[in-house]
């Protein structure tokens, strides 16, 4: 039986999410482009907000052990009419303790399939800092795809890195 239960986050439960997401930004400021200090001063007000405004076009899966939030992943849909087959994967963290057991590809399986089946996406989109081995490796497995390369994409304090751009076709 798998101890960990994968889920799209409730509304009530964002407080709870917000501790995972400060932990993240803490754990590996260069791979995501928030910085700690940004997200304490906006709170959690304004991703509460994008939930509830996108609906079933923008949410967050959680992995759950015991009821603690340990990994997370959010998926959002273009809404733009020209661009409304495309989705972008957000967010991917998983806390140190519970890595290499697979938490994260089940987490992205869920995005992924959340994204085809609800979303009825044809393209999901994703960036990831080149540094992030582990996460890239993930992805390609996933069948997502290297499609470009941004030089000096993120700077935490002295240290610059690129970032990769990725696609999975959605068949």
């Given at each position: 039986?798998?101890?960990?239960?994968?889920?799209?986050?409730?509304?009530?439960?964002?407080?709870?999410?917000?501790?995972?997401?400060?932990?993240?930004?803490?754990?590996?400021?260069?791979?995501?482009?928030?910085?700690?200090?940004?997200?304490?001063?906006?709170?959690?007000?304004?991703?509460?907000?994008?939930?509830?405004?996108?609906?079933?076009?923008?949410?967050?899966?959680?992995?759950?052990?015991?009821?603690?939030?340990?990994?997370?992943?959010?998926?959002?849909?273009?809404?733009?009419?020209?661009?409304?087959?495309?989705?972008?994967?957000?967010?991917?963290?998983?806390?140190?303790?519970?890595?290499?057991?697979?938490?994260?590809?089940?987490?992205?399986?869920?995005?992924?399939?959340?994204?085809?089946?609800?979303?009825?996406?044809?393209?999901?989109?994703?960036?990831?800092?080149?540094?992030?081995?582990?996460a890239t490796q993930l992805y390609v497995?996933?069948?997502?795809?290297?499609?470009?390369?941004?030089?000096?994409?993120?700077?935490?304090?002295?240290?610059?890195?690129?970032?990769?751009?990725?696609?999975?076709?959605?068949?």
């Amino acid at each position: 039986m798998d101890p960990y239960e994968i889920r799209m986050l409730e509304n009530h439960e964002i407080e709870s999410w917000f501790d995972l997401r400060l932990a993240a930004l803490k754990d590996a400021p260069a791979a995501f482009l928030e910085t700690v200090d940004e997200a304490k001063q906006f709170g959690v007000e304004p991703y509460l907000k994008r939930l509830i405004e996108g609906g079933k076009d923008n949410v967050l899966f959680v992995c759950q052990d015991r009821g603690e939030i340990v990994g997370s992943v959010g998926v959002v849909k273009n809404t733009r009419k020209k661009l409304s087959h495309s989705a972008f994967i957000w967010g991917v963290y998983v806390m140190p303790d519970y890595r290499k057991k697979g938490i994260a590809r089940m987490l992205m399986n869920q995005a992924i399939a959340y994204a085809k089946e609800t979303m009825k996406v044809r393209v999901i989109h994703l960036s990831v800092a080149e540094s992030q081995i582990a996460a890239t490796q993930l992805y390609v497995s996933l069948g997502f795809e290297i499609w470009g390369r941004q030089p000096n994409a993120i700077c935490v304090g002295d240290l610059v890195y690129p970032e990769l751009h990725m696609s999975k076709q959605i068949p």
